[in-house]
C-alpha cells in the first residue's frame, strides 16, 4: 500500500520560506512519479511538480518556477519543496501524489495521480 504523508506546512508571513516534506512508503522510491499539488479554498487543486527519482527528472510550473525548488533525501524515500518569497496568495493546503506508470511521469494532470497525501496547511499572512 502505498502512502504518502507530508509535512512542514505552517503560518508564516509573507516573504519567508517554508520546506514541505513527502515521505513515500510502500512503493520504491525510484519507481513513483511525485508531484506536488496544492489547493487554495474555493479554488480547483493545481499541480505545482513533478519529481522521478528513477530519472532525475524534475519539473516546477512556470507560475512558480521562481520560488519554489525540488530537492530530496532518496534514503529517506523524502522529496522536499521548497517554498522561498511566500505570497499570501501560497495560502493553501498541499498534497502530495504518486502513481507508478513510467510512461506518464511528468504529468501533472490529478486524474493521473491515484495515491495521495492528506496534505499539509500553509498559511501565508
Known amino acids: 500500500q502505498v502512502q504518502l504523508v507530508e509535512s512542514g506546512g505552517g503560518s508564516v508571513q509573507a516573504g519567508g520560506s517554508l520546506r514541505l516534506a513527502c515521505e513515500v512508503s510502500?512503493?520504491?522510491?525510484?519507481?513513483?512519479?511525485l508531484a506536488w499539488f496544492r489547493q487554495a479554498a474555493g479554488k480547483e487543486r493545481e499541480g505545482v511538480a513533478t519529481f522521478y527519482a528513477g530519472g532525475n527528472s524534475a519539473h516546477i510550473a512556470d507560475s512558480v518556477a521562481d520560488r519554489f525548488t525540488l530537492s530530496q533525501e532518496s534514503a529517506k524515500s523524502t522529496l522536499y519543496l521548497q517554498i522561498h518569497r511566500l505570497k499570501p496568495e501560497d495560502t493553501g493546503m498541499y498534497y502530495c501524489a504518486a502513481h507508478t506508470r513510467m510512461a506518464e511521469c511528468g504529468s501533472l494532470r490529478e486524474s493521473d495521480f491515484e495515491y495521495w497525501g492528506q496534505g499539509t496547511q500553509v498559511t501565508v499572512s
Open positions: 510502500g512503493v520504491t522510491y525510484s519507481s513513483a512519479c
